[in-house]
């Protein structure tokens, strides 16, 4: 949890990979592939559910079994890396320019967690001169909404958090939802923070357009051949204190939930607008024949 925010924790998991290699002293080519292979598997480990994670550390070790030399591997790493940081961030700022003509003069927009994507299209919209009123839930139990508001009030967007719990009575008073994404299955569902689909269901009881905002490296190619995303639990001391509530009392601490497609108006990409049942057709295209190889 020191890094937070899909896009940030693939855009690290690249960059350590590409430390690794620079800092690679000696040894053989099958030494570096072994180390590489090593590495990999602990960043993979460390967010099972984060697909921008698999995707960013794939990228980056692409053409390593293809070196014919240790120095073509270790520089095949270092470009991969410094290439997928690049079109990742890049990937942000077009994201922040499309999903901000969504936004009209007055809207009150609302978010969840903190996501550098939905917040992107939020401070540009703001940028433009749009006066608009953001909610930002308080997302816990770790609190991401902390790091939203100070955040847009940094950038001087007019920001109210609220608590999880009152994202039904507030939806009332919201015009468009903007979320982030940290998993999108092949067809379409979105994975991300727990209370995400809360945010969807209200939305849609009160007919306000729930948009999501996603690089599409964030799509899981995995799920084309039926694997299920692995929702992540985490250890209860992050919802309550030691001695606090009896050991017979289980808790139930899930980090991500799913939304189902058509909850969603629109997945807000790199690439443009797409609708949920479009994501299948972007992902066979992005990952090409090399993908049913595997």
Not at 46 to 52: D, E, K, L, N, Y
Not at 134 to 142: D, G, H, I, L, Y
Not at 225 to 241: C, H, K, L, Q
Request: hydrophobic share 40%; aromatic share 6%.
């Amino acid at each position: 949890m020191t890094i937070r925010g899909a896009g940030k924790i693939a855009r690290a998991g690249a960059t350590a990979l590409g430390d690794m290699a620079r800092n690679h002293s000696g040894g053989t080519l099958e030494d570096f592939r072994g180390e590489l292979s090593a590495a990999s598997k602990v960043i993979l480990d460390s967010r099972p559910t984060a697909v921008s994670l698999w995707n960013g550390v794939h990228a980056t070790v692409k053409g390593v079994d293809e070196a014919k030399t240790l120095d073509d591997a270790v520089q095949t790493v270092i470009s991969n890396s410094e290439d997928f940081v690049r079109r990742s961030l890049g990937a942000v700022e077009t994201i922040a320019r499309i999903g901000a003509k969504r936004i009209s003069d007055g809207d009150t927009i609302m978010t969840h967690c903190n996501s550098s994507a939905a917040l992107g299209v939020i401070k540009e919209a703001h940028r433009q001169g749009k006066d608009i009123k953001v909610f930002a839930t308080e997302s816990r139990p770790w609190r991401q909404g902390i790091l939203t508001v100070n955040d847009l009030a940094k950038a001087g967007v007019d920001v109210t958090m609220i608590i999880d719990s009152a994202v039904r009575t507030v939806m009332r008073r919201t015009d468009k939802v903007f979320v982030g994404a940290d998993t999108i299955t092949s067809h379409g569902a979105l994975i991300n923070k727990v209370g995400t689909s809360q945010l969807a269901l209200a939305a849609n009881e009160a007919r306000v357009q729930f948009y999501v905002c996603s690089e599409t490296y964030k799509f899981s190619p995995m799920t084309l051949f039926g694997d299920m995303v692995t929702i992540e639990e985490r250890d209860i001391s992050e919802v309550v204190r030691p001695g606090e509530i009896p050991d017979s009392v289980k808790v139930f601490n899930p980090v991500f939930d799913s939304t189902p497609a058509k909850y969603i108006d629109a997945i807000i990409t790199e690439l443009g607008m797409i609708s949920p049942g479009s994501v299948y057709d972007i992902m066979v295209r992005q990952f090409g024949d090399s993908l049913f190889k595997e």
